[in-house]
């Protein structure tokens, strides 16, 4: 074998995900498939992006397509910190951003940064596919925790798994899967056990979020701030949703001003964005979200998607939370969700089993698609849905 175990075991973990949706489509007597499987947004950018991006082209000046600074420009990390301090009130500089491709290079370099061999961070189930991987690839060791029945942390199952060994706990608010976002109180409970166990324990337990949904929430619900509520946070942020420009792969790391020793651990950072083969954000991205610290696709048409579904899977019986944040909704599923997501396929209906978020039960469906793929789908819930109404 020509390559590591480790990854073999990856990949083949991958291609049964890949098989299985294959063979969902192949049963598929229906010509028109409505695939609710990937959260890469079909709406366009805004045109505030748009507009930018031509202003930069235009406007190009000698060397702009050199090696950036490997944190990033200063203009641009300045731009973000501003924003940052907005919100936060706290002081956050240039020196604690670290431009990076995406949330995931954000994610990638704050592991990278932080963890010895052996190391635990302590994820929450239903979870992003990748987290796992991203912790392993830093040497990491990634433990699991459940959460309450309506995704919210439970802190007495969190605390039970926090060992002298817990380097960081990662949380994603709004949360893919489930749609969840996580209060004030909440977070402000984790913040508090945190604390207690970092004293117990002799050192700092990092909280890391993943807000890569960050202008993704509904019906006015808000975001809590975690910067001001723990100090020995990291964020990993991205313009992929914002934006709806995945493509460009443009994010940071912002590291809190409060954390102890935080002039070795942007340097960590800084140090982690160069070797792990990213080297340094996009030069032209970084240019255009420079400007474009406040804008945002029209969440109005992520809410409308989200209305008409939700309407339609209530009606049709389907049991869930309606999502406050992101563009996912995570039903129970009638019956084992390998069972139920085979019948959907059937449809021509393609989403998730809960499994691959590490819940078993649930599937999930991405709305950030066309309207009309909604609209399409919705008798073939309904009549999936009659089909397993005698066996609940
Ligand atoms: C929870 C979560 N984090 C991170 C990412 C990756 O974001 P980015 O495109 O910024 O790397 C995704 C992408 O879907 C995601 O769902």
């Known amino acids: 074998m020509s390559i590591s175990r480790k990854v073999e075991e990856g990949v083949i973990a991958s291609s049964w995900a890949v098989r299985m949706f294959e063979d969902q489509s192949k049963t598929s007597q229906v010509k028109e498939i409505c695939d609710f499987r990937l959260g890469n947004p079909e709406i366009e950018p805004p045109a505030g992006f748009t507009e930018t991006l031509k202003a930069v082209v235009q406007n190009s000046s000698p ?25 936060s009130g706290l002081p956050f500089h240039t020196k604690h951003i670290i431009m990076t491709a995406g949330a995931t290079g954000a994610l990638n370099i704050i592991f990278k940064a932080i963890l010895n061999p052996g190391e635990e961070v302590i994820i ?52 893919n899967p489930s749609g969840q976002v ?10 508090e056990l ?37 100090p020995n946070t990291f964020i990993a942020a991205s313009y992929s949703k914002q934006l709806s420009i995945p493509g460009e792969r443009i994010g940071y790391a912002a590291a809190n001003p409060g954390i102890k020793d935080i002039h070795e651990v942007i340097e960590a950072l800084t140090f982690a964005n160069r070797i792990l083969g990213y080297l340094s954000a996009p030069a032209l991205m970084q240019r255009v979200i420079t400007h474009l610290q406040e804008t945002s696709i029209d969440i109005t048409e992520y809410t409308e998607r989200r209305n008409i579904f939700c309407n339609a899977l209530e009606d049709f019986g389907y049991s869930f939370t309606r999502p406050k944040g992101t563009y996912y909704i995570f039903p ?43 609209e399409k789908s919705l008798q073939g819930f309904k009549r999936v849905k009659d089909r397993f109404r005698s066996a609940e």
């Open 182 to 191: 996580y209060t004030g109180e909440n977070i402000k409970a984790v913040a």
């Open 63 to 87: 060397g702009m397509h050199r090696y950036t600074p490997l944190a990033g420009y200063t203009e641009t990390r300045e731009a973000v910190a501003r924003a940052l301090s907005k919100e």
């Open 194 to 230: 945190l604390s207690e166990k970092s004293q117990k324990f002799g050192r700092d337990i990092f909280l890391i979020s993943d807000e890569a949904y960050k202008f993704i929430t509904y019906d006015n619900v808000t975001l809590p701030n975690i910067s001001k509520i723990y």
């Open 332 to 374: 129970k599923s009638p019956t084992d969700d390998l069972v139920f997501t085979q019948e959907l396929a059937k449809e021509g209906i393609l989403v998730n089993p809960g499994r691959n978020f590490r819940r078993k039960g649930y599937f999930r469906i991405a709305f950030c698609v066309k309207k009309e793929t909604i």
């Open 124 to 175: 929450l189930a239903p979870h992003f596919v990748e987290y796992p991987y991203y912790i392993d690839n830093h040497g990491g060791v990634c433990t699991v925790v459940e959460t309450n029945s309506d995704f919210t942390i439970n802190i007495d199952t969190l605390a039970a798994k926090i060992t002298p060994n817990t380097r960081a706990i990662l949380i994603n608010n709004p949360n």
